[in-house]
């Protein structure tokens, strides 16, 4: 028998296939290089300096759209996928929401809705990272509500013009395209929107305590005149921009577990050099409490997300499921972070570790594609058949 694994306790990594780990270290040891290093100056500064560097480095790896299929996408499995989320958000959310907004939201719209010559034309170049793209849904007064967004495009002649504003956009600033929703005279459609056109504008938001290190933006459409073919013709309706969330969610039930993992290892490491009382921290029972809950949770929150991976490579994930693992993993990650600060005491609040970097960006992820609320509403529906969202 093998001996116990204190950083693999449940023996997960059995489940996966060479191939799977290779992809794990390749994301571990990018994020080692490039983004550990730096990501507490950059949290720090409120900014993410390299941006650029970081995207085509991140195409280069294959972890941009990595879990679609051709147009130069990597043709990743689901479960490979979260891997490398959960690797991505070890290192800080923003990171992970830069490679989820790209693939997992615009990519995977485009791929999904688009038309052969919308995906030919920006697919593999966002693939490679040399194209920047954001998503546009959530507006200043509508997060919850999408359906009821303020957002309008109207034809003119063959033309659509769109006007509104989206707000709390990840990538919004650099991005080179957007998809962008918005309500016409017959239904909600998706428009692929380069952000140089004539009426688009994306100033950055300032002032974030959270995901400082990741650009956020709003989308300002003042008369955007775009061409007929601009529209992502395969799609009409909520289910067009829900489906692309469900895909993004999907990596967020992944990589919280990976914010866990980083707050649960150090204060492992950290309970076992800090003194107090003659001896290290990890010698007192109270200390062991906590370090053999937090284990629990992360574990735990790590195979629910590999069940909801081979459910989704298996083409039987629901989003119902989805929220389930939302839900409870954002939310026992935060609870991770918060116990792993109070085993670092003051020092859990410096920069020099990384908990309560980790602890305020998962306020963020906690809220976003889809609050805590939603999700049970989501989940209480499935369980009664009763609709309690209006």
């Known amino acids: 028998m093998a001996p116990f694994d204190p950083a693999d306790p449940l023996g997960i990594d059995d489940l996966l296939e060479p191939e799977d780990l290779a992809i794990r270290e390749t994301v571990r040891t990018w994020t080692a290089d490039r983004v550990l290093p730096y990501v507490a100056d950059w949290y720090e500064r409120g900014e993410l300096p390299e941006i650029r560097e970081l995207a085509r480095e991140l195409g280069e790896i294959g972890a941009l759209g990595m879990s679609l299929s051709g147009y130069g996408c990597a043709g990743a499995s689901a479960v490979q996928y979260g891997l490398a989320c959960l690797e991505l958000e070890a290192a800080d959310s923003g990171i992970r929401s830069l490679v989820s907004v790209q693939g997992s939201l615009a990519m995977y ?35 919850s509500d999408p359906g009821s967004m303020r957002t309008y495009a109207k034809k003119d002649g063959t033309d659509w013009v769109l006007n509104g504003r989206k707000m709390w956009i990840t990538n919004g600033s650099v991005a080179e395209v957007a998809v962008v929703w918005a ?67 999907y990596g967020i039930v992944w990589g919280a577990m990976g914010a866990a993992r980083s707050c649960f290892e150090t204060a492992v490491d950290y309970a076992k050099t800090r003194e107090q009382f003659g001896r290290p921290i990890g010698g007192f029972q109270l200390t062991q409490a906590k370090l053999a809950d937090m284990a629990v949770e992360l574990h735990k929150g790590i195979l629910l997300a590999h069940h909801l991976g081979r459910r989704m490579d298996a083409g039987r994930l629901r989003p119902e499921q989805v929220s389930f693992g939302k839900l409870n993993n954002v939310r026992e990650a935060i609870e991770i972070c918060r116990t792993a600060r109070t085993i670092l005491g003051a020092n859990g609040i410096s920069l020099e570790y990384p908990v309560m970097r980790h602890a305020t960006n998962l306020e963020s992820v906690l809220t976003y594609e889809g609050t805590v609320e939603m999700h049970q509403l989501v989940l209480g529906k499935a369980l009664t058949g009763l609709d309690a969202f209006r």
């Not at 809705?113 to 040399?130: D, H, I, N, V, Y």
């Not at 793209?133 to 997060?143: K, N, R, S, V």
């Not at 290190?213 to 829900?242: F, I, N």
């Open 109 to 143: 719209a485009i791929h999904r809705f688009g038309s052969e010559e919308q995906k030919q034309t920006w697919l593999p170049r966002m693939a490679a990272g040399e194209v920047i793209g954001c998503f546009g849904l959530t507006e200043p007064d509508h997060g």
């Open 183 to 249: 309500q016409t005279d017959d239904a909600i459609r998706g428009f692929v929107v380069p952000t140089d056109t004539p009426g688009f504008s994306a100033p950055e938001i300032k002032h974030k305590w959270s995901l400082r290190a990741s650009v956020t933006s709003e989308l300002v459409l003042d008369d955007v005149r775009l061409p007929a073919d601009a529209v992502l013709s395969e799609v009409a309706g909520l289910k067009g921009p829900l489906s692309c969330l469900s895909h993004a969610r």
